[in-house]
């Protein structure tokens, strides 16, 4: 008996991880398909999360980043969330009537890891895109360079080494 307890903990405790690199807790996400139709109706630019279970850097992110109650306030008032799991099938209904899965617009977005940022106009033209671990200050400096339009006249290294 104190075997089966002991296997029943060991489970719970690997089914217990899996989850945290789901989006991040107290954000709202949507599906891709949903978050477009939002950015069109209220013209905020789209920060896209591809994300996927069992991604080491995508739950490092969400604990030790999103976890910041600066960047949740930003991010949520900033941006129209979209959360894609990379590896995910769910059928998306892209802008055109188009159905295709969330894999495949991961591919069409040239995503082949995890995690990816990419900052999207509100018609969901890529902006910047950022791959792998981010930090507070990275997520920052990625809101001030959006936001202040910097984008429009020079790159992300430029505007982050002070070029103009």
Not at 44 to 69: H, M, P, Q, V
Not at 118 to 144: C, H, M, S
Request: charged fraction near 20%; include cysteine; hydrophobic fraction near 35%.
């Amino acid at each position: 008996m104190r075997h089966l307890a002991v296997s029943v903990l060991v489970i719970c405790a690997l089914y217990s991880n899996v989850g945290h690199s789901d989006p991040p807790p107290d954000y709202t996400f949507l599906r891709y398909d949903e978050g477009l139709k939002q950015a069109a109706a209220n013209g905020k630019k789209i920060f896209l999360y591809f994300g996927r279970l069992g991604c080491g850097y995508c739950d490092k992110t969400n604990t030790e980043t999103f976890s910041d109650a600066g960047i949740h306030k930003l991010y949520n008032e900033h941006y129209n969330l979209i959360y894609v799991d990379a590896e995910g099938g769910e059928r998306l209904v892209l802008p055109g009537g188009e159905h295709i899965t969330e894999m495949e617009l991961g591919a069409r977005l040239n995503v082949y890891a995890s995690p990816i940022f990419l900052y999207l106009e509100a018609n969901g033209d890529v902006i910047l895109r950022a791959p792998g671990f981010k930090t507070i200050k990275d997520l920052q400096d990625f809101d001030r360079y959006i936001q202040g339009g910097h984008y429009k006249h020079q790159t992300i290294i430029e505007f982050l080494s002070g070029k103009t």
